[in-house]
């Protein structure tokens, strides 16, 4: 089992699944079933594939496994190189986990052009295992953006109304975030001779503060954009309630995260001068996106908004507790920020599954148009429960686990920086819990819901995975927080070290 | 007295010549009923040259006492531009058998014309370069106005004429500073008087910057680029194919050659010329092209844009620089060959469309045409794993080695602002619905051969990057050398 190369085979199987559908003939409806069940069983075996990573990985080892190097352009010192430690394996799983399921969701959903529907999915996992399992920075890059082709697809093909601006706003944003960190690269390149991403890692710190400071927030360019700051955010909304069902699960819940990975394999070990000097800057802005974020959540729910940008915006808003729970530096808050990123993948994929469940069956997105659901569909309701209390962080959800762990780090860094990432959890509480009562409990004149049919067997299929693991990572940590000890201890040291050395430079210097 | 041996190296130039003038005879004899078979052999007579040209050993090598130089770059540069143009010659015939122009002189005159770009890319003197450029362009004004009885093709022809003409005068003009003030005109001596004075004087910074200008003008570099969207659109589509082709290339070539060789020395009295074009055609080329409808003249912009890429990489002045534009040119031959092959079968019942509405619905009914459109318009905006993003890649990589941050940074700005555009043509094929007009299916076995083959080179040059990368790097090697 060793020789194989499993995280190459976990990354280009959806591929090899996307080129079976290609070669799909027949009429109309055999081409379409035929396209969903490939496109379905190639997600379950990297899924399959995938648990054997988990299966061999070994906690107590730092550094990369399951690595694989091979000469790509050797006049350039640029080659293929693969490999993950605690803290990807656990995204990579996150992908090749939720595909699946929003495939399932996107089921019914799409009814046109289902051949192409599918093919781009597959390419969409196959370059997001990708992203997670690059340890050389240009392939890194290539899978990064190659993400944007397949998503830019499938919001403009399989879209809402407003797709088209959608898709092009989304391609746009992501695409000027993203240049930046290409910059960032080639001047990584040209100081260091490669990109071979632990060299850079064991190299970095020896730059000067204020090249590190740049390249610093060159890199923090895409964060800022996904995070999103004003006058940045406009994509996101549109690109999130315009995408079709699974896509936007997708977008939320995996895509989502890459920003948070990008600070914990780039940022933060390669750059830590400048990640000391910027932290004030993250924690600044991720506690003004969180409370605007959650404004914007509350003004939604007030105004019987679109569901699906609620759901859009009420996800987005954790994103910033793993901001923060990073650039702590602490265990916890490290810890802390990897269980809320896979924990808000789950939850943001299972809201935007639920989300689409009820647009499939009313044919609209008003929360005014909802309202009783508990009458009508109370598996979902249950369901809808689960996620809503994992979003709160109510204990024995995998919330919770999160939640905690980043504020006791955040508490460590500044008592001040604490108490203002708990005031999103009450103001979570509000728009949350509004939100339920409004669809769920309240018995209006709005009589759009009635008569709607609870969860079939697909959808239970969709909804029983993410609530076990949910529950799994609140009321267990153990079995992931464990596999991240050593990295994230490993990262933590590799920070302090280098920060003292370039502290003694500058003493010496003085 | 030249001695028998000293022409060898220009077996390649000498030999397409040759043939130039047989299959003219060939045309003369037979009537414009032989177009197909000039064709036919035209193309294989620049394949041939470029087997011929693969064949030098890459040494530097002299000819015709030394006014003409065959090295490395110059392998590589005659490679493309030969390449490029017989992927044109092949793609064009059916467009211009079905378009009322199959005449024989059309690949007659595009051979003439590759026969002046393989001199210019070869020149190592100044008169040389002038006779290399005129060769070139007296053949490309013939071709612009084409057709004859269309206004638009007529007005392209005229255009160019008067502008060309214009640049070469400055070009002459510059020349002869340079060789009133070194007192010749041979690339290896300037660098010789260059080099023996401590400062250069101003009448041969003057004279270079005049030089700049004249080519500036052949590779349609803002400010210098006013004809390049007309003479797009209005010649008949497989000589714009072959515009934003081959000449583009050699006269990057010329330039990186003028610039490198002789002026090596005066690299910072260029660089700032070539950095302030470098940002202007790269925003230009952006901006340009957003409000266009025709899709010649979104290309035209789109090529002032890439030339403001390539001169990105010029203006490091580094031997990265050059490697880097080397990469940047083969790819964009490349596509640039490969979206004239999807613009050339966009027809409606035998009428060419331009417009760029025609895209519309693209992917339903020519799916396979779509999708290689598609790979060229991403890999145009950069986007990886396709290969324009490695074009941007090294000449990005080449500014920031020569701390031009500022430009590089300008740089993926606008190549976001690009995006744009490309991005356009993708939404039309793929989001939007109904078709204008209904393409016609192309059935033009040559045109699917080039189509695959570029499509298959920009999807899979991620895959297999190192034979272009080493070439490209020993030739720029090579051109530093000398």
Same mark, same amino acid.
């Given at each position: ?153 499938? @919001? ?190 789950? @939850? ?75 005031? @999103? ?86 | ?71 490395? *770059?110059?392998? *590589? ?13 092949? $793609? ?35 008169? =040389? ?31 160019? *004429?008067?502008?060309? #003409? ?25 660098? #010789? ?15 270079? $910057? ?30 714009? #194919? ?17 610039? &490198? ?16 074009? =470098? ?7 952006? $901006? ?22 390539? *001169? ?14 080397? &990469? ?41 045409? =779509? ?101 490209? #790097?020993?030739?720029? =090697? ?5």
């Amino acid at each position: 089992m060793a020789g194989w190369p499993i995280l190459s085979l976990t990354t280009f199987l959806p591929l090899v699944g996307a080129a079976s559908i290609l070669a799909i003939r027949g009429d109309a409806a055999t081409v379409a079933r035929n396209a969903r069940n490939i496109a379905l069983w190639t997600t379950l075996a990297t899924f399959l594939l995938s648990l054997l990573l988990w299966a061999g990985f070994d906690p107590n080892v730092t550094g990369y496994q399951f690595e694989e190097r091979a000469d790509w352009i050797p006049a350039f010192n640029i080659s293929y190189h693969m490999g993950i430690d605690g803290i990807s394996l656990f995204f990579v799983l996150l992908t090749t986990f939720v595909t699946p399921l929003c495939i399932l969701a996107s089921w019914e959903r799409i009814q046109h052009r289902v051949k192409e529907f599918m093919i781009a999915f597959l390419v969409f996992e196959a370059a997001m295992t990708g992203i997670f399992c690059a340890l050389d920075f240009l392939l890194f890059y290539l899978f990064y953006e190659a993400v944007l082709l397949p998503m830019f697809i499938i @919001i403009g093909v399989w879209g809402g109304p407003q797709r088209v601006p959608a898709a092009l706003r989304f391609f746009l944003y992501t695409m000027a975030g993203s240049v930046f960190m290409l910059i960032a690269l080639l001047v990584f390149y040209f100081n260091f001779g490669t990109t071979d991403i632990p060299v850079l890692i064991a190299q970095g710190h020896t730059l000067s503060s204020s090249t590190q400071i740049w390249l610093w927030l060159a890199l923090a360019a895409s964060f800022v954009i996904k995070i999103p700051v004003w006058p940045v955010h406009t994509w996101l909304p549109d690109a999130y309630a315009e995408a079709p069902g699974g896509a936007a699960a997708l977008l939320a819940g995996v895509l989502l995260k890459v920003g948070g990975y990008i600070f914990l394999r780039f940022s933060i070990p390669m750059l830590p001068i400048g990640s000391e000097v910027l932290a004030p800057l993250v924690y600044a802005l991720a506690v003004i996106a969180l409370i605007y974020v959650s404004g914007v959540t509350v003004m939604i729910t007030l105004a019987y908004g679109d569901l699906k940008k609620w759901v859009a915006y009420a996800t987005l808003a954790h994103m910033g507790f793993g901001y923060i729970g990073m650039f702590t530096m602490t265990t916890q808050g490290l810890q802390g920020a990897v269980i809320v990123m896979l924990s808000y993948g789950l @939850i943001s994929v299972a809201l935007f599954c639920c989300v689409g469940m009820l647009e499939e069956r009313a044919n609209t997105r008003d929360i005014a148009r909802f309202s009783g659901v508990v009458e009508t569909m109370p598996v979902f309701a249950f369901a809808m429960m689960v996620f809503m209390l994992a979003s709160l962080g109510v204990p024995g959800t995998s919330g919770f686990v999160g939640e905690f762990l980043v504020l006791v780090g955040a508490y460590q860094a500044s008592s001040w920086l604490a108490l203002f990432a708990g005031t @999103i959890l009450v103001l979570g509480c509000i728009y949350f819990l509004w939100m339920y009562r409004l669809v769920v409990f309240e018995k209006a004149e709005r009589a759009d819901s009635s008569g709607l049919k609870d969860l079939n067997w697909r959808e239970v299929a969709i909804v029983v995975p993410l609530v076990l693991v949910i529950l799994w990572i609140g009321i267990y940590p153990d079995s992931f927080i464990h596999e991240t000890t050593a990295t994230v201890g490993d990262l933590i040291n590799h920070y302090q070290t280098a920060l003292a050395q370039a502290g003694s430079v500058a003493v010496a210097l003085h | 007295m030249a001695e028998i041996p000293s022409i060898l190296p220009a077996t390649p130039e000498i030999f397409l010549a040759c043939s130039a003038l047989a299959l003219l005879l060939l045309g003369v004899f037979k009537g414009d009923c032989a177009t197909r078979l000039v064709s036919h052999l035209a193309a294989a007579a620049l394949l041939v040259a470029a087997i011929l040209v693969l064949s030098h050993s890459g040494a530097r090598v002299f000819a015709f006492n030394g006014m003409f130089v065959v090295d490395g *770059f110059g392998v *590589f540069m005659k490679t493309l531009v030969l390449i490029g143009a017989a992927a044109v010659v092949m $793609v064009g015939q059916g467009y211009a058998a079905q378009q009322r122009m199959n005449r024989f002189e059309l690949p007659v005159l595009i051979v003439l014309s590759t026969v002046g770009m393989m001199m210019m890319i070869s020149a190592n003197d100044l008169m =040389a370069l002038y006779m290399g450029l005129e060769t070139q362009s007296l053949a490309l004004y013939v071709l612009a106005a084409f057709r004859r009885d269309t206004q638009t093709s007529t007005e392209a022809g005229l255009k160019y *004429f008067v502008l060309g #003409a214009l640049s070469s005068g400055l070009l002459l003009f510059g020349a002869s500073l340079i060789y009133g003030f070194t007192g010749t005109t041979n690339f290896d001596r300037i660098v #010789a008087v260059l080099a023996s004075a401590p400062k250069a004087e101003i009448g041969i910074v003057v004279g270079m $910057v005049f030089m700049i200008a004249g080519l500036a003008f052949k590779v349609a570099a803002v400010p210098f680029h006013m004809w390049a969207p007309d003479v797009y659109e209005g010649s008949p589509t497989p000589v714009t #194919a072959f515009f934003a082709a081959a000449p583009k290339v050699a006269a990057v070539a010329l330039l990186l050659r003028v610039l &490198i060789d002789p002026f090596g020395g005066l690299t910072d009295q260029w660089r700032q010329i070539i950095t302030f074009m =470098a940002v202007v055609s790269m925003v230009l080329g952006a $901006v340009g092209a957003i409000q266009q409808t025709n899709i010649k003249r979104l290309l035209a912009y789109g090529s002032i844009g890439h030339v403001g890429y390539i *001169f990105l990489g010029l203006a490091a002045g580094s031997e990265q620089g050059v490697r880097g534009i080397l &990469i940047y040119l083969a790819v964009y031959l490349v596509m640039t060959v490969g979206t004239f092959a999807v613009v050339l079968s966009m027809r409606h019942q035998g009428r060419p469309v331009e417009n760029i509405a025609h895209f519309a619905g693209l992917s339903r009914t020519h799916p396979m045409m =779509a999708l290689v459109m598609a790979l060229f318009m991403f890999s145009m905006a950069g986007i990886p794993p396709l290969a324009g993003f490695f074009g941007k890649f090294y000449v990005f990589l080449a500014a920031i080695e020569g701390h031009l941050y500022g430009l590089a940074v300008i740089g993926v700005l606008t190549s976001v602002i690009a995006a744009f555009y490309y991005l356009r043509i993708v939404k039309l094929m793929y989001f939007d619905e109904t078709p204008v007009e209904s393409i016609d299916q192309q059935n033009d076995g040559a045109v699917t051969v080039v189509l695959v083959g570029c499509g298959v080179f920009t999807a899979l040059f991620f895959f297999f990057p190192v034979p272009i990368m080493s070439g490209a #790097a020993s030739a720029a =090697a090579s051109l530093f050398a000398g």
